[in-house]
């Protein structure tokens, strides 16, 4: 049998044949203006997928109502003006080989007050997440919807694009109305499924009539919302017959609600194929096509999902590497940046209204840069101190364009910091990152990689370079606590690289990423573990999806949290914190016994050898935690950032300039 023959082979869709199996579905990115209009930015975007040829391309949702705007940038279809924009996103993915479809939404109870004033829903009921409680809907303003949905069907079809989907999961609007989580009424449009799906119903009879018969519609379907009093697969599929004679043509099965993120964007570690068992529940119920989808990230799982399935949904591998299907059609699997599921860079920052961009591929964001930027005309020789994820996209992206690189690693293993990322549970994917990085190094000849070697001055200076990037990464901080010279103290990179014996009970300092994932790591080895968080909550600074589950994990194995807990002494088996408890009050609190003290308190960057050869070459950048310790994202946007300025610069001869000091 031929490799990924099911997914490479055709598919009819309506009125449509697809040449793949392949959905890129919607996933907002950001980067429509204010007004929700289509940017050069948010074509470049596009464009980089649709050469990626998806046999059909889902473009982001886009809100039919100015009530139902969730983000600052939503994309926005709600009016003739802005067709033009549109037929120009819809042209250019055509151009590269996709079909165009255009998600509608309406973001119901989840629409931001600040952006809609007051929010509209199936009930005036406030979910876990959402920012007020809603009004719920009148018949009439439910009506005047659907034929919101229909008009924005009609400019999408205007536009040039293929069809619409319709979003009806993720408790949005049309979910709202179809989930009993959500939707109390008990008129016309609640009460059993068939009168919650009415809406559902006339919105897609409304939309095929605008769109026309030729138009491919989709409904994006809850097939479990994986909370208590919501739908599941048996709903979803009941559902799924109702909407199929309204006019649908495929149904794409998702999961999932806010109150439940990591099962909407299912994050590390997390296994493959989320939703793919509601889908062919869905599957069984209907004769249309149906598509699976949750974190399908390569080639062979996608063969693998298609089993039982017509199409798989395949997102944010298409971040991570736009061209991954277009190399596994070539037997190229080797070359393709891999998504490691971390959610950093895509959902996380949608949802903190920044742009969308990408941990693995730094080039999310710099599509228009990258379409300008030819290969180097004058090459030059630069270092790179550290192969780390910073030092390494730094090295291989001025490879790529020419450049002479030396790339200096003190340890015998590229991956600096990663190396420890992928050893707590359910983890060990980020080493994915680590292969493609040693990979795309090894294909470079004028890229040298010396392992083992410590970066000196001298040794910098011994190959002259025009241009060097310090990505040396930080050093764990210890703190300077009373008692804490006696205590037994390590910190937690000690402790996930094994150099440290670890007693039975631990107690784990600082409650962020690094401390949460290390008391993770040392409950599921059978330590008892509580961590002892300053702040207001663990995990904190990691996203929606991944806290969610972190927290989940470390209830299973009963690690005990304290917050708002301030360290105040170490002693040899036991700590003493002032607790604040959630009414104010104060109160010293002591743990013990506890065999071993963790810190994950911070770090300070390495920038030693930065300031030791900055007055010696014309320009040097630092990069990644040697400039200030940071999350995986800021590593490689740096790596890739201070790369294309050297490049610029040595494009103008500006690299020809002598030092401020002595020069090497």
Sequence with gaps: MAAFEKLLS????????????????????????????????????????????????????????????????????????????????????????????????????NAHPRLVGEAMAPSALRGPTAHSTPRAMTVIEIEAMVQAFARAAWRAMEAGFEGVEIHGAHEYLVHEFLTPYANKRQDAYGGDLERRARFAVEVVQAVRRAAGPEAIISFRLSGDDHVAGGMGPREAA??????????????????GVYETPSMVVPPTPMPPGTHLEAARQVKAAVDVPVAGVGRIRNAAEAEEALKGLDM??????????????????????????????????????????????????????????????????????????????AGMEAACTLGRLGHNVVLFEATGELGGQLRLACLPPGKDEFRGLIDYYRHALSELPNVEIRLGTKATVGAVCKINPKAVVVAAGSEPILPDLPGAGDAPLVNARQVLAGEVPVGHKVAVMGGGNLGSEV????????????????????????????????????????????????????????????????????????????????????AKPNEKIFLALEPKVSAIFLVGDAMSPAGMGQATSEGVRAALEIHRLAEEGALDVAPAGAAC
């Excluded at 663990?538 to 589950?549: C, F, S, V």
């Design 519 to 602: 008391a993770h790591y040392l409950a599921t080895r059978g330590h008892d573990v509580c961590i002892i968080e300053l702040g207001l909550g663990i995990g904190n600074d990691l996203g929606p999806a991944r806290r969610y589950h972190l927290r989940r994990e470390l209830g299973k194995y009963k690690v005990r949290r304290y917050i708002r807990a301030k360290v105040r002494r170490l002693f040899k088996n036991k700590v003493s914190f002032l607790h604040t408890r959630p009414d104010g009050s104060r109160q010293l609190t002591y743990v013990e016994p506890v065999d071993t003290f963790v810190s994950a308190m911070g």
């Design 312 to 389: 798989v949904a395949v997102g944010r591998a298409f971040l991570a590497d736009p061209g991954w299907l277009n190399q596994a059609a070539a037997g190229k699997t080797n070359n393709v940046r891999p998504c490691i599921g971390c959610n950093q860079g895509c959902i996380d920052k949608v949802l903190y209204g920044a742009p969308i961009s990408c941990v693995s591929n730094p080039w999310v964001g710099l599509e228009l840069q990258a379409q300008q930027i030819q290969p180097a005309a004058k090459p030059v020789n630069a270092v790179v101190v550290g192969g780390g994820l």
């Design 10 to 109: 055709s598919v009819k869709v309506g009125s449509h044949t697809l040449p793949n199996r392949v959905i890129m579905p919607s996933m907002g990115s950001n980067l429509a203006d204010g007004q929700g209009n289509v940017t050069p930015a948010m074509l470049a975007y596009y464009r980089a997928r649709a050469a990626g040829r998806p046999g059909m391309l889902v473009v982001e949702a886009a809100c039919v109502h100015h009530s139902g705007k969730v983000i600052d940038r939503n994309f926005m279809a709600h009016d003739d003006s802005l067709i033009e924009g549109m037929r120009e996103l819809a042209r250019l993915v055509k151009e590269q080989g996709s079909l165009p479809i255009l998600q509608l939404i309406h973001g119901g109870r």
């Design 238 to 255: 009941a559902t799924a017959k109702l909407l199929v004679p309204a006019g649908v043509d495929i149904i794409s099965v998702t999961g």
